[in-house]
């Protein structure tokens, strides 16, 4: 017996209510659907329809099996359209919604190479840090940062995402050291506009601590943040990838090295979003391992 071809037989006589019109729907002979499904039953012990009436009714266990039958038969289709789609030639408009620091340092630097290997894609990029309604913009994939709400959007992780507390050498120099989280309550804390609140979270061995902040300067753009800490003005929460270099350089100090510090709690990580559809594009499958692999393991801010 064709299993597959058995349950696909049962499934369409059971929604159709008889034998012959699921063969007529399955282009497959009356007596082949009623040998189908006795073979189906001598298979599982039980019997699948009541025959009791002139249309097909489901017995308890031919209900249960049914609905069983119809997730195996959708993920079969589901893994055949997505093993198909990986032959498609990645074509057409890919539309890319990108945060705006990040964008610019990592993500539009890639795109030469990315534009040379696919040279059927053309890439339209909105640069925001906006959380934008991808469905709505029409776009086809975002990068997002830090912690991932919960949505319909479907998302790969691509690299961790970091972030260090720090401050200038000048901004120190007149400052108490720091020795716990909670001491950052008195300095002045430069803040991200558009972080959920006005927290910072920090995270050691298990002990989890949420510090309220207060300062003199808030920007909706990273880099302006990364600006106004090298300039000696407070403690900025910086992500790794924009505060790498100056870092390693000494132009700014990390403090607090044996704490996780973050904007808001939760898996912090790099993240491609798009969204749900029953076969990812290939344009866009190509575009998330491509950015992937550019970013490096480990990330190559993080190296």
């Known amino acids: 017996m064709d299993y597959l071809a058995a349950i696909r037989l049962f499934v369409r006589a059971l929604e159709l209510g008889s034998f012959s019109k699921a063969a007529v729907d399955c282009g ?20 699948l329809f009541n025959r009791s009436t002139r249309r097909l009714n489901p017995t308890e266990a031919g209900g ?5 039958a119809v997730r195996i038969l959708a993920e ?56 934008v309604n991808l469905i709505e913009a029409g776009a086809d994939v975002a990068i997002r940062i830090s912690a ?10 691509l690299a961790p995402h970091r972030r260090v507390l720090c401050a200038s050498p000048a901004y120190l120099a007149v ?8 001491e950052i309550a008195r300095e002045n804390c430069l803040g991200f506009a558009l972080q959920p609140s006005d927290r910072w979270f920090f995270e050691r061995d298990g002990e989890r601590i949420e510090v309220a902040v207060k300062g003199s ?5 990273s880099e302006a943040l990364l600006d106004v800490a090298l ?11 924009l505060a790498g270099a100056v870092l390693r350089d000494g132009r700014l100090i990390r403090l607090l090295p044996n704490w996780t510090a973050g904007l808001a709690p939760g898996d912090r990580a790099i993240w491609g979003v798009y969204p ?25 801010w993080d190296r």
Do not use: C, M
């Open 28 to 47: 497959a002979k009356v007596s082949s659907v009623s040998r189908a499904v006795a073979a189906l039953e001598a298979d599982l012990g039980v019997a």
């Open 276 to 300: 749900p559809k029953k076969i990812l594009s290939p344009k866009v499958r190509v575009f998330l391992d491509h950015i992937e692999a550019g970013f490096g393991r480990p990330a190559i």
């Open 231 to 241: 300039a000696g003005l407070g403690v900025a929460l910086l992500p790794t990838w």
């Open 175 to 182: 400052r108490a050291p720091l020795g716990h989280p909670l």
């Open 76 to 131: 079969v289709e589901d893994a055949r359209q997505q093993t198909a789609a990986l032959n498609g030639r990645p074509q057409g408009l890919l539309k890319l919604n990108l945060p705006g620091a990040f964008g610019r340092r990592h993500v539009v630097p890639l795109l030469p190479g990315f534009l040379a290997a696919y040279p059927d894609i053309r890439i339209e990029a909105t640069l925001t840090d906006a959380t």
């Open 148 to 157: 991932l709400p919960d949505s319909s959007l479907i998302a790969k992780k």
């Open 217 to 221: 300067f808030k920007a909706n753009d």
């Open 64 to 68: 249960d099996f049914y609905e069983r």
